[in-house]
């Protein structure tokens, strides 16, 4: 099982600090290190120090890390407008020289999209969108040496020349397509996307949503196993009980509660509950880590979690 990290900056994040955490990621040795694509905190959280854009900071860590690989988890289709969205991709791909990931989703935290003025459309229309980005990256990603990709989508119609919009990766960076693998969801995963994630459910919701992508894969002559499979729980490990309460408090989290919802506990608790979802199909997990000051809490996962992972 491979390891990422995962980020939650609208909570209240400096670029300081998301850079901190990523240079402390990649020297562990985890597979990525992934952030939110989010306007407006959540629950209790402050916000504080700032609000941060996921595709300025993804350009920022492109060019101020040098081996993770870096992503979304994930960016609703209704954020970017879905035509110049691949201008974004390409030249943060290329910053990166070839480390980005792109994670999307339909969207769908409503509050957010009325603090900012922004339209928040039925879950078919946002779905529409979703479709029509989805199909003009491919588009324009697999269209021969000098070509224009055209489409007539659903939301909209695009004329693009494609060479000046080249990624680094070849033939495109991966797509990781978040969702919970209801019909349509499953659809577009199996017609387009390198990776399916679920995240923060258990391991049979996760175990049942990709069966419900690999129906969709055999179903289009896909092989399931071309896509990776992949899922995220909030960390809270530690050497110690007075260790996990510390960090469990931290982020205003009960340990017991943790230990129930999360991946929380000993790293010999953490790692079995890894198991259960390795048994799930689980190949890939990524790690919500809450306190992005706590780097101690990184290293332990990579000293004591990281070499023992099931297969």
């Given amino acids: 099982m491979d390891l990422r990290i995962f980020t939650e900056p609208q909570q209240g994040a400096s670029y300081q600090q998301l850079l901190a955490a990523a240079l402390v990621t990649e020297d562990a040795g985890f597979g990525g290190f992934f952030r939110s694509d989010h306007y407006l905190r959540m629950g209790e959280a402050s916000g504080l120090p700032a609000y941060t854009d996921a595709w300025v900071t993804l350009a920022g860590l492109a060019r101020d890390t040098r081996s993770v690989r870096l992503g979304t988890l994930v960016t609703p289709a209704t954020f970017r407008a879905v035509g ?3 201008v974004l991709v ?3 791909d290329h910053m990166s020289q070839g480390r980005l990931e792109v994670g999307l989703g339909a969207g769908w935290y409503e ?3 009325h603090a900012y003025g922004l339209e928040f459309p039925s879950l078919s229309r946002r779905y529409d969108l979703l479709e029509d980005q989805l199909a003009i990256l491919h588009g324009v990603w697999s269209a021969g040496a000098g070509g224009i990709f055209e489409h007539a989508g659903l ?3 695009v004329r693009l020349e494609t060479e000046p919009l080249r990624t680094f990766q070849q033939p495109h960076p991966p797509v990781i397509i978040g969702g919970r693998g209801g019909r349509r969801n499953a659809r577009l995963a199996a017609t387009f996307a390198d990776e399916f994630n679920i995240s923060f459910v258990s391991a049979e919701i996760a175990k049942a949503a990709y069966a419900s992508v690999r129906a969709a894969c055999e179903a289009l002559g896909r092989d399931p196993g071309s896509l990776v499979w992949s899922s995220g729980q909030t960390i809270c490990c530690g050497r110690s009980e007075q260790d996990v309460a510390r960090r ?3 982020i205003g989290r009960d340990p017991s509660e943790l230990r129930e919802n999360a991946l929380a506990g000993s790293p010999a608790e953490v790692l079995e509950r890894l198991g259960t979802f390795a048994n799930a199909g689980v190949q890939r997990m990524y790690l919500q880590v809450l306190d992005l000051s706590d780097h101690d809490h990184l290293r332990l996962v990579a000293e004591e979690v990281m070499p023992f992972l099931p297969e």
Avoid: I, R, S
Wanted: charged residues 25%.
């Fill in 84 to 86: 110049t969205f691949p």
């Fill in 90 to 92: 390409a030249g943060v």
């Fill in 111 to 113: 509050e957010e999209y």
């Fill in 155 to 157: 939301t909209c119609k």
């Fill in 248 to 250: 469990a408090k931290a």
